[in-house]
């Protein structure tokens, strides 16, 4: 079937692409690139991959593109689910033969639900849904794939059994020929990270048992499933022939630093040292130094890490397997080495309080990463921290199809005896201002901006775009 990849319209700046971990409107405007629907792509001969909020596609030429298809297949979130499902009505209403299926990790949590929200939506994929996909487009009965949930002819919910995790991760084709077939590259852009990039998966799943992260909870599994080095490093010099303007390499597994997985890590990053590039990744705060020595001596420039809290207890609580002084030690090698750290937080985790905030914030301020995220603890459904909220009271089941309001910005959703949901939302404000709004942070910012014009233009667009969203939180 003539197949179309939808990250369909949504709320004005919602960034979809990212719904492996942070799926809602940020302080600055951003857009990661829509790998979960390149990767099927790749497999169904034909396709095409619309990301409609990169592309600041409209809803009604969103439709007119994917009535050209017989087969629309769209990834969607818990917060955007209910403006993915009107789309898929809209779709049916001009299309009626159409086939409409969804992909994600609402879907992949709860299939019945899904289906019965609306009759427009003929299937949803639950697990790795990279083979299923191909498997629909190439008009295989339904009963005979695994891994899909659909609608009986007398309306009941079937669910197929599940399909199995993908073992041979060099089995699945290289994204970035489908990011240069359908994407506008100018259009994906991260505060942090040099422009254009492109980011890539190197493997899949995460050891680690974070109680709040979503995709390994739902769809990617805890079990760290790598591609090769070579494989890898293969992609990369693709990359780097047929996409000369990408000025960085981004590796968005959700643990590329793993401590099982290190010799591999220092395999690639010789590999891309040899051919030149300059590439970050996400990285967990306790990488040895010589691991840390060698990737920043080969083209790291910047670990994406996740600090979440400055208290321990709350560490413990959350199962992230860190402490802050393990944390204090990592940063101060990145540091002494000069790789740049963008730092995520998290307020309103399992033990917070309001000196537990006042303490993360004080201890983001002495590591002092170059840049921050600060997020409100998003209790997604299917996560460990859905199941606690709900069990303590802290969440109301089923609230939180309200994870971001109407503009997509996220909300506090969780709440204490001792720590209300206003406190938890405003500490994010001021987190920012204690953080930013030093002298010494200051300094640091406009020293960068007088490194070159594009940089200088860069921020202050993005300081523009960070004091409205602080006002607009504050208010």
């Not at 979809?16 to 940020?26: H, L, M, N, P, V």
């Not at 321990?312 to 940063?331: E, M, P, S, V, W």
Request: glycine share 6%; hydrophobic share 40%.
């Amino acid at each position: 079937m003539k197949t179309l990849f939808l990250q369909a319209p949504s709320f004005d700046g919602f960034d979809g692409g990212a719904g492996s971990r942070y799926q809602a409107k940020r302080e600055i405007k951003s857009f990661w690139y829509p790998t979960w629907l390149a990767q099927p792509a790749a497999m169904v001969p034909d396709s095409r991959v619309l990301d409609a909020p990169a592309d600041e596609v409209s809803v009604e030429e969103s439709l007119r593109i994917a009535e050209g298809y017989d087969l629309v297949i769209i990834h969607t979130s818990t917060p955007s689910f209910p403006t993915d499902a009107k789309f898929a009505e809209l779709l049916k209403e001009r299309k009626p033969n159409v086939m409409v299926g969804l992909v994600g990790a609402k879907v992949a949590v709860d299939p019945s639900g899904s289906l019965t929200a609306s009759s427009a939506i003929d299937f949803v994929a639950r697990e790795e849904f990279d083979y299923t996909c191909k498997e629909v487009a190439e008009g295989r009965p339904f009963e005979s794939i695994t891994g899909i949930s659909y609608r009986l002819a007398d309306g009941t919910v079937q669910h197929n059994p599940p399909r199995a995790m993908i073992e041979n991760m060099d089995d699945l084709p290289f994204v970035a020929p489908i990011y240069k077939r359908d994407l506008k590259i100018s259009n994906y852009f991260i505060g942090y990270l040099n422009y254009p990039y492109v980011s890539i998966y190197t493997g899949r799943g995460c050891r680690s048992k974070c109680t709040f992260c979503l995709w390994p909870q739902t769809v990617g599994g805890h079990r760290y499933r790598t591609r090769s080095a070579a494989n890898v490093l293969a992609e990369a010099k693709w990359i780097k022939e047929n996409m000369p303007e990408v000025k960085e390499l981004m590796f968005d597994d959700d643990t590329f630093t793993d401590s099982s997985n290190m010799e591999r890590v220092h395999e690639i990053a010789r590999g891309l040292g040899a051919m030149g590039w300059t590439w970050s990744c996400n990285a967990k705060a306790n990488v040895p130094y010589e691991s840390l020595k060698i990737m920043k001596e080969n083209g790291l420039r910047l670990l994406l890490v996740g600090y979440e809290s400055g208290d321990d207890q709350i560490l413990h609580n959350i199962k992230k397997g860190l402490r802050t002084d393990i944390a204090r030690r990592f940063t101060e090698d990145c540091r002494k080495l000069g790789i740049t750290i963008h730092g995520t937080f998290i307020l309103g985790l399992p033990g917070e309080t309001k000196e537990t905030i006042d303490k993360t914030i004080a201890f983001a301020k002495e590591i002092n990463p170059h840049t921050i995220q600060v997020s409100l603890a998003a209790p997604y459904p299917g996560t460990s921290l859905y199941k606690q909220a709900v069990e303590n009271g802290w969440l109301k089941e089923n609230e939180a199809v309200n994870l971001v309001n109407d503009k997509g910005v996220q909300l506090a959703l969780i709440e204490y005896p001792h720590l209300s949901k206003q406190d938890i939302f405003h500490g994010v404000e001021k987190f920012y201002r204690a953080f930013y709004f030093r002298p010494s942070k200051i300094w640091e910012i406009v020293k960068e901006m007088l490194t070159s014009w594009d940089m200088m233009k860069r921020r202050l667009r993005e300081g523009v775009e960070f004091f409205r969203f602080l006002r607009a939180h504050e208010a």
